[in-house]
């Protein structure tokens, strides 16, 4: 990785909310190529088999909800109801 970063500034206050480094072109373009090629055995499963899978992985992120939405709203400037 180089050294660059991103900031997340949170427009409730102007903090850095989060900072992460930026991936150089070279590892951008390995992670494109593996989803790419993922992406092909992806649409080889069976339709029912990926209707499954991102059932299970909606649930999932919905079980993650009270990690998920502070942060969300932390980082859109919106409270949480």
């Known amino acids: 990785m180089n050294a660059k970063t991103i900031r997340c500034i949170s427009p409730i206050d102007g903090s850095v909310y989060a900072e992460r ?45 009270d990690e998920i939405v502070p942060e969300l709203a932390w980082m859109i400037g919106r409270p949480v109801r």
């Open 21 to 65: 480094p930026i991936a150089a072109m070279a590892e951008a373009e390995a992670v494109v190529a593996a989803a790419r090629r993922a992406q092909k055995d992806w649409a080889r499963r069976p339709l029912d088999e990926r209707i499954a899978l991102v059932r299970a992985g909606v649930a999932r992120l919905g079980e993650m909800n």
